[in-house]
């Protein structure tokens, strides 16, 4: 006749085994607990970048207003850096140069150019400068006892500078060219600026 083995002993044999279960069992709870994520947890502050108007030594960037060109370097900067960026530009930053009777030239001393981000609450300041936008006319196309131009080349050179407000440090020192082709001088020009700042953006979010 069988007998029941409800409420009998656990040998030695079954104790040590249930207890390895456990055990493993209880790190993989724990591990799970520690690496698991705060629910919106907030991230890193953003950095604030102060971007004030490019200064404009080409002879034609006057042509596409080379010198507010700044604000699609702004607008790539926010979208490349995915928030890290918080760009701060227009007449705030004129009105604090203004104050200090700072030109675009005095900002190539990182002291000034800190003075002026600190004003503004930027941590870095982010100077530009063209160095060099031309772009011939091209070959002129008769249609209709019209001219149009057709094969432009151009090209663009700005040189980009950042300097951390803290430390007045300069993070940054390079310059950026790019070349078009197509037809008529304003685009042309505004295909190579535009290239030349995507390339500046690219560098600038790696920092």
Known sequence: MGHSTVGSPLTPQCYN???RVLTIALAVVLAGTLVQPVAGQPGPPARVVALPDFADDSTQGALID??????????????????RLR??????????MQSHNFSA???????RAAEIAKAVGADWLITGRWTYIEADRGLLFPIDRMEFPIGSDGEATITIRVVAAATRRILLDESFWSAAH?????????????EALRKASERIVQL
């Open 17 to 19: 085994g249930h207890m």
């Open 66 to 83: 080379a010198g507010r060109l700044n604000t699609l370097l702004g607008r790539l900067l926010a979208e490349r850096s995915g928030g």
């Open 105 to 111: 030239l005095d900002l190539d001393y990182p002291s």
């Open 182 to 194: 197509g037809a008529g001088r304003w685009t042309v020009l505004r295909w190579a600026t535009d």
């Open 87 to 96: 760009v701060v530009l227009g007449d705030g930053i004129r009105a604090a």
